[in-house]
């Protein structure tokens, strides 16, 4: 089955602990991204990948970093959790070109909690 | 700052009654359109999506939605919902040029409650 899976799916964690939010898709996607979801601030970019070793920053990448080794993984680190990242996090995935449209496939989210 | 604006933040109706969401974008140029419906404790399915063509897209579960481009308008309609269609419906848009080919750039959100 064609999808973008998540792991974990919900983590409570302590301000300053390192932690890695793993993402893997296996539709031979070259686009992924990561996105925080926020209530009243819908979905906000935190960083995108066009492909292996090609990363940038989103809209809000202060606290994170990534990696695109592999082309299917994408993990999602926060160095030094702070309580402002508690957050819903969805990673995506999209084919280069899926006719024009750059459709994006969504994991099921992780729910992050840091206290 | 070039945005998505989603005009409601929560709309109340009852099963039968039509739906419109507005949404309203800054971006120039080439755009591509979606929406996408996020129901309770789920994941971001996209409903429906324009890139060229026909401004009045249909989607999936009777949605549809019209692109006019002076607007920069992409409003999304059905005319009767159902108890079913309770959830949060983001619209998206990414510009198709440059550097943000590929980004996806979403509105803050519409939570719909539908009651039976």
């Known amino acids: 089955e064609a999808q973008v899976t998540q792991n974990p799916r919900y983590l409570i964690t302590v301000t300053g602990k390192k932690l890695t939010v793993t993402c893997s898709q296996n539709?031979?996607?070259?686009?992924m991204s990561w996105y925080r979801q926020d209530p009243g601030l819908g979905l906000r970019q935190i960083y995108y990948s066009m492909n292996v070793e090609v990363t940038d920053k989103g809209d809000v990448p202060e606290g994170y970093k990534v990696s695109r080794k592999e082309k299917r993984n994408f993990p999602l680190i926060l160095e030094s959790p702070s309580p402002n990242q508690t957050s819903l996090y969805f990673c995506?995935?999209?084919?280069?070109?899926?006719?024009?449209?750059?459709?994006?496939?969504f994991g099921p989210g992780t729910r992050l909690t840091v206290t | 700052a070039q945005s998505v604006s989603q005009h409601n933040h929560h709309v109340i109706l009852s099963e039968a009654a039509s739906l419109e969401l507005g949404c309203n974008y800054s971006y120039g140029g080439t755009v591509n359109l979606f929406w996408y419906v996020q129901y309770p404790g789920q994941h971001l399915q996209l409903l429906l999506k324009?890139?060229?063509?026909?401004?009045l897209v249909k989607g999936i579960k009777g949605f549809e939605a019209e692109f006019i481009k002076s607007k920069f308008s992409f409003n999304l309609r059905k005319p009767s919902v159902q108890w079913s269609d309770t959830a949060e419906y983001f619209c998206?848009?990414?510009?198709?040029?440059?550097?943000?080919?590929?980004?996806?750039?979403f509105g803050r959100g519409t939570q719909l409650t539908v009651w039976p």
């Open positions: 324009y890139f060229s063509g026909d401004p």
């Open positions: 998206a848009v990414n510009p198709d040029r440059g550097s943000t080919l590929g980004r996806l750039y």
């Open positions: 995506a995935s999209s084919p280069r070109d899926s006719g024009g449209s750059y459709e994006q496939y």
């Open positions: 539709m031979n996607h070259e686009y």
